[in-house]
T-cell receptor, first 113, second 114 residues
């Protein structure tokens, strides 16, 4: 089955700096890679995703890159703000057929004002 | 208001008791999932279901059971066979067999075994 590894498990950055979270996956059949943000006491919510036919995707201050050959993908947050503080999960899945979504262990990001 | 609803939000159970967590969605999604969240272990898949009357074991199904008798409902039973049931449980749904597999999560249920 799919195995998703995520690092670092915790990350502290100064407000305004960039943050990078990295994930690797094992199943070459996976073709959809979402990132979820979970604020304290709240449900995880999708913030950005990428499919395997795309190498990079941006949405304002966040971007995701995918290297299919190396089976790794990364989340980049620029100009971090205190409200970016949360736990971020990467995931991998194959939406076709019987979809099973596998998550990484999560990264707790703290943005220091 | 479309969404996914879990109940109860907090639940206490004595050892040896079975408990059932409710998950209802009105998003008309085909697929539903149960995840367990523990500190430092991320979200681990317990069971998932793509269609009514069909479900599959996830990575940590032992000690749990589910049913999918209706499209909108996917209850999870935590049985006395689950050795370490204290955890935060998240239910999710998705359109299923779509180009994207975005999961929509409920608010979660926190189970504490006394």
């Amino acid at each position: 089955g799919e195995n998703v590894e995520q690092h670092p498990s915790t990350l502290s950055v100064q407000e305004g700096d960039s943050a990078v979270i990295k994930c690797t996956y094992s199943d070459s059949a996976s073709n959809y890679f979402p990132w979820y943000k979970q604020e304290l006491g709240k449900r995880p919510q999708l913030i950005i995703d990428i499919r395997s036919n795309v190498g990079e995707k941006k949405d304002q201050r966040i971007a995701v890159t995918l290297n299919k050959t190396a089976k790794h993908f990364s989340l980049h947050i620029t100009e971090t703000q205190p409200e970016d503080s949360a736990v971020y999960f990467c995931a991998a899945s194959n939406p076709g057929g019987y979809q099973k979504v596998t998550f990484g262990i999560g990264t707790k990001l703290q943005v220091i004002p | 208001d479309g969404g996914i609803t879990q109940s109860p939000k907090y639940l206490f159970r004595k050892e040896g008791q079975n408990v059932t967590l409710s998950c209802e969605q009105n998003l008309n999604h085909d697929a539903m999932y149960w995840y367990r969240q523990d500190p430092g272990q991320g979200l681990r898949l317990i069971y998932y279901s793509q269609i009514v009357n069909d479900f599959q074991k996830g990575d940590i199904a032992e000690g749990y059971s589910v049913s999918r008798e209706k499209k909108e409902s996917f209850p999870l039973t935590v049985t006395s066979a689950q050795k370490n049931p204290t955890a935060f449980y998240l239910c999710a749904s998705s359109v299923g067999q779509a180009l994207t597999g975005e999961l929509f999560f409920g608010e979660g249920s926190r189970l504490t075994v006394l």
